[in-house]
């Protein structure tokens, strides 16, 4: 059989199992075992197999992931996030909507030293939401806020997201982070504009009118923001003047929040066995869906799918950027079903070549990447910062938080139009990094 025809089948395959429901790294590396066995040998398959689980379970580079997870851990003991919210509801609190906008501030803010969007919706989900509904917010509004502002943690550094585009496609991870700061930022204040529009066309989703905060009290009050700031700071600043990797900047900041969380008498050893226990539990999982979608890669590489896809691609007279449309739109929808990781680990090893045939940078490329599987945190129905939502806060139904956040899907599309149109948004810093280095 033509080994073109083999690895189609073999991707079916592989969809198929997922939707019988085996875990997806399992599911990519039977079939990607499979298929290199069909294609060429079991004596092929097996130290395939074999030496890449033990590749990545002792890849160095690969440390950077409990690391970042461990740092957002460590921020949510020592409460930062409460503070971070106090903070910015004194600054903001005055705008429509004020609660909302401090919401995604705070959220932005805590993605600086967590990787997790799941962990940063269920945090303000604790936090935001007795608040909102205390000053009268719509349910709709105030979940549908928390929601989008836990989807920062995809994107700004330090981000899961990029860590896994980098490994999976051995680029720059260091490179990658930067180029997700500016993008963040941006996408966080249109978060915000996207809540005073609805609010100044309904001002009855927030008619709460908190007291006002004197000068003084709002200069006080950024206490509350200077630890996250020193990490952020430290960490990110660490890798753009080139004084440690991406790993050095993680083991770093995970040290200085695991002592500030002392300092601040915020550590016991049951959220300490919590954080490391969460810790392992998100790390084995990502790094083994690397390894199966590594053993997958190997079988697509040996059925020549993505080489001649490429080929087929380039020949259409067809602009890149109406092909890269295609691709995103491909992400959107497989965003409704398949989780952001998952869905990186499923396509990147047919979709990458193609990008790079297409003449697109592979540091754009991962943001715009990152920017559409960010959309598939909120959109039902797989949603998965919806359902944290929903078992955060219990008494508001899902459909609730689902229309919630449908207005905050727009400024995700709006920022991945822009970064296409002028890419410098999301490459400038990683080039001046190169600059320095």
Known sequence: MDPVYVGIIGTIIAFLLLFLGMPIALALMLVGFAGIWHLSSLGAALPVASRTIYDVASNYSYIVIPLFLLMGAFATS?????NLYSTFD???????GGLGAATIAACAGFSAVSGSSVATAAAMGAIAYPEMKKHHYSPRLATGTIAAGGTLGFLIPPSIGFVVYGMLVEQSIGRLLMAGVVPGLVLAATFVLIIIIQVKINPALAPGKPEPVSFTEKIRALKGVWEIL???LIVMGGIYRGWFSPTEAGATGATLLFFIALAKRKLNFKSLFQAMQETIRVSVMVLFMIAGA???SYFLAISTIPAQLAGW?????????AILAIILMIYFFLGCFIDAVSMMVLTLPVIYPL????????IFFGVV?????QVGLITPPMGLNLYTIAGTIREVPLEEIFMGALPFVIPIFVIVILITIFPQIALFLPEAMLGRQ
């Open 78 to 82: 020592s409460k930062l996030i409460e």
């Open 90 to 96: 004194k600054w903001l609190r005055r705008f429509p």
């Open 230 to 232: 020193l990490v952020f």
């Open 294 to 296: 590594t053993v997958f």
């Open 313 to 321: 691609v380039i020949q259409l007279d067809v602009s890149p950027f």
């Open 355 to 362: 990008i790079l045939a297409l003449g697109f940078d592979p």
């Open 369 to 373: 990447c990152v920017l559409m599987m």
